[in-house]
């Protein structure tokens, strides 16, 4: 099971203990949840770390962060599609941290970085 805790405030973000799920068993199709609720896929394996080199991907709602203060980084038709910048960062103090895709042409997921972020509380 991993815990995720933010790197510059120790605050944990998620929201319960998250298992790993095999690559195979995401669901890429538009407009559906990737990650099934309490289960997290490393970004690597799955071939979707991008230009931010995410780690993990999870489903939205598992992980106590926020949408960006930074608005023209929330772009997309119907929902948020921004791969190349920082979306979504802590619930606590706002260090960024990942990205949130929700919108038609895409499967639904939050990806968060790697480096961003502690498998184990800092302090
Ligand atoms: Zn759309
Ligand atoms: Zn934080």
């Known amino acids: 099971m991993m815990r ?16 790993k ?3 195979e068993s995401l669901k890429f199709r538009e407009e559906e949840q990737l990650v099934p ?7 690597e394996e799955a071939e979707m770390q991008g230009r931010l080199r995410l780690s993990f991907l999870v489903r939205e709602g598992e992980l106590n962060v926020i949408l960006t203060s930074h608005g023209k980084r929330l772009y997309g038709c119907c ?3 921004n791969m190349e910048d920082f979306t979504i960062v802590c619930g606590k103090c706002s260090y960024e941290m990942g990205i949130i895709i929700t919108e038609c ?12 972020v502690s498998k184990f509380p800092l302090w």
């Open 21 to 23: 799920i095999a690559v």
């Open 105 to 116: 042409s895409w499967e639904h997921y939050v990806g968060i970085c790697g480096d961003r």
């Open 37 to 43: 609720y309490g289960r997290f896929a490393n970004a």
């Open 79 to 81: 929902g948020y599609s």
């Open 4 to 19: 995720l805790y933010c790197k510059q405030c120790n605050h944990q973000v998620t929201n319960r203990p998250l298992q």
